[in-house]
């Protein structure tokens, strides 16, 4: 297998886990199969300076569930960067220190292995409560959240104040819980998901949940300068916070504490899977910054994987979203760090050769994170063993499979059952149409019962064509019919993602959606302008190039049109001379603008805004507490002006 096609299998094995675990609760494989997968692809990310737009490493999170009401965050959630190793810990850390130019002092605290929650209380009183979501999106869980005993309905701080921590089941609620059930939980980070992402609230108080607090994401009138006065301020205010935390101030002490925790993680009463480790500095973490995904003055770091030996029972080969097919082991069930694993990766046909692994046959098992396993490799041979053969046709369409790379592939792509469920549930996501109601036991019926193959296809749909629907209320009915119809009035930037051009994730749609503002423009676009594009290389040039080519793609976007679908008209840029076509960078506090906020609007008047200062860049925008970007700034003889200048500036257009 090549590389490309290595990065292409590895994103579409990963996302695949990721939506059983977060979107379903039911994980089938190990996590330390999972963090093989993840280390690798972004291993592989870097080398080749290129990910795939739907990478699980640009995004945060994944989507929320049908059923509850959609809140938005309004301090949006990051996930976490992680280490392999006390090597990698010791450069992130060595990387800190570099970028705010003096030694520094770090928080060190449990991860949890749990359900994240933010919690919102004003004036002392508890508001809601929100799951994580996708990280910009999350579940209204208020009333269930309210049964958990440890969160605290009133607290003493009086103004505005929003929490992030971890609901968990502690062991001891688990054991307890499993004595009267019906059907027993299979662990406790099942058994928390499982409560708090319940309807019925009187479930989430049997399991008896508890509430970690660790973070603050808003406090209005009070400043807390460091991680150690936020974690003594959320044990004022009444909140667990667990048993564990303390202030490290170099790799040396960081290892000690974290190889005694990893010693003794498996007697403790609740499930972490490894440590978190912070700048403890809240002021010096503004002008370090963010990834899309992480913030960089944060790490994990992740505990070892757990590898076991269990028969193997059988293998199965599932289409993906692309038509790739990948073989997955049944497994004789075994339990690894508190998880059922009963299925587990194979890669391809190239991978069971390389390992040597056979029907029947003892095999080692590996995981990582509680998330995902991989089947390493031959324990033990059995005497009825059975060689595993590759199918020779799609196990989903029946067409005969071409060979790419070290890869089967189906290329009935138009006809593929698994494939156009895939196409469709992407079509209706929440970056694209973002019609609600619309999943994949949804799509799956409307395909079978009306032969819906096509995105367009969905707007066809009728409310007596749904009556004969089993399960298909007025109520049900009337919400799709209503969805799908304020979905044809869809922005421009999510249209492009909608449409589903290879190696086009929602950056990228964004991207060209400011570079070309109608359709036109951009199928007329050529590879010499395309690649022109910040964040377009070669790849994704002739990606869109192919794609615009294919006629029949063309007929359906036509017959989106057709059906009442309107593109919204991109904001116009206002060109402003006094930012248009400068490289901007923002640091410190504002006191009139979020910062996503103010980079929008920058945006909108011709300016590029960056993370970092550099030679090229031409003008620092800095508030309050600014760090070391504006220290950067006047040594290299770079314009900075304060927030009354930018304001000025601003009324001058």
Request: hydrophobic content about 40%; proline content about 3%; charged content about 25%.
């Amino acid at each position: 297998m090549d590389k490309i096609e290595r990065l292409k299998w590895l994103t579409d094995e990963v996302n695949k886990h990721n939506k059983n675990y977060y979107v379903y609760d039911n994980p089938t494989i190990s996590d330390a199969e999972y963090d093989a997968l993840y280390y690798e692809l972004v291993d592989l990310e870097n080398e080749l300076g290129y990910s795939l737009p739907d990478s699980p490493t640009q995004r945060v999170g994944d989507d929320v569930l049908a059923g509850f009401k959609k809140k938005k965050h309004e301090i949006p959630l990051y996930s976490l960067n992680k280490v392999k190793d006390f090597a990698d810990l010791g450069k992130w850390i060595a990387d800190m220190q570099k970028a705010t130019g003096k030694p520094e002092q770090f928080s060190l605290e449990y991860k949890y292995d749990g359900l994240k929650v933010v919690i919102e209380y004003n004036n002392g009183v508890y508001v809601s409560a929100t799951t994580r979501g996708n990280g910009t999106v999350g579940e209204d869980v208020t009333v269930q959240v309210k049964t958990i005993k440890s969160v605290p309905l009133t607290i003493p701080y009086k103004s505005r104040i929003i929490v992030q921590g971890e609901c968990m089941m502690t062991n001891k609620s688990f054991v307890e819980y499993n004595k009267t059930a019906e059907i027993p939980l299979k662990n406790p980070r099942n058994g928390v998901a499982g409560a708090v992402r319940n309807l019925d609230p009187k479930e989430t108080e049997k399991r008896k949940l508890d509430f970690f607090c660790y973070d603050i994401l808003l406090i209005e009138n009070k400043k807390l300068n460091t991680q150690q006065e936020m974690h003594n301020f959320i044990i004022e205010q009444g909140f667990k916070t667990g048993d564990f935390f303390k202030i490290v101030n170099n790799l040396a002490e960081a290892q000690t504490e974290i190889e005694r925790i990893d010693k003794i993680k498996d007697k403790l009463d609740v499930m972490i899977d490894g440590m978190v480790i912070k700048l403890n500095n809240c002021a010096e973490r503004d002008d370090i910054g963010y990834t899309n995904k992480f913030p960089k003055w944060a790490m994990a770091f992740k505990f070892k994987a757990v590898e076991l030996s269990t028969t193997l029972l059988d293998v199965v080969w599932q289409v993906g979203r692309t038509g790739k097919i990948t073989p997955i082991a049944i497994l004789e069930p075994i339990e690894l760090s508190g998880a059922t694993v009963s299925r587990a990766t194979l890669n391809n046909a190239q991978d069971i050769e390389r390992k040597q692994v056979y029907i029947n046959s003892r095999v080692f098992v590996r995981r990582s994170n509680e998330v995902i396993p991989e089947v390493m490799g031959i324990a033990e041979h059995a005497p009825n063993e059975k060689q595993i053969v590759p199918p020779t046709n799609c196990p989903s369409c029946n067409s005969v499979l071409a060979q790419i790379g070290a890869n089967l592939f189906c290329v009935n792509h138009k006809g593929c059952y698994e494939q156009i469920i895939d196409r469709l549930t992407h079509f209706v996501s929440r970056d694209a149409f973002n019609i609600d109601g619309l999943r994949d036991k949804t799509l799956k019926l409307f395909y079978e019962k009306f032969k819906i193959a096509y995105p367009y296809e969905l707007f066809t749909l009728k409310k007596e064509m749904l009556e004969g629907l089993e399960g298909f209320k007025e109520k049900k009915i009337n919400n799709i019919l209503e969805s799908l119809e304020k979905g044809k009035q869809i922005d421009w930037q999510n249209f492009i993602f909608a449409l589903g051009i290879l190696n086009i994730g929602k950056k990228t749609a964004y991207v060209l959606s400011q570079k070309y503002r109608t359709l036109d423009e951009l199928k007329a676009a050529d590879f010499v302008s395309l690649i022109a594009i910040d964040d377009v290389g070669e790849i994704v040039a002739n990606s869109i190039i192919e794609y615009f080519a294919d006629e029949e793609n063309l007929i359906n976007i036509q017959k989106l049109f057709d059906l009442g679908v309107k593109i919204n008209a991109p904001a116009a840029v206002q060109a402003n001379a006094n930012f248009a076509g400068k490289t901007i960078v923002l640091t410190g506090s504002l006191q009139n603008f979020t910062r996503p906020d103010l980079t929008k609007l920058l945006l909108s008047l011709g300016a590029n805004v960056t993370t970092s200062v550099s030679k090229n860049t031409n003008l620092v925008i800095a508030g309050a507490d600014a760090g070391s970007k504006l220290d950067k700034a006047r040594a290299l003889n770079i314009e900075v002006i304060d927030e009354n200048k930018l304001l000025e500036l601003l009324n001058e257009n």
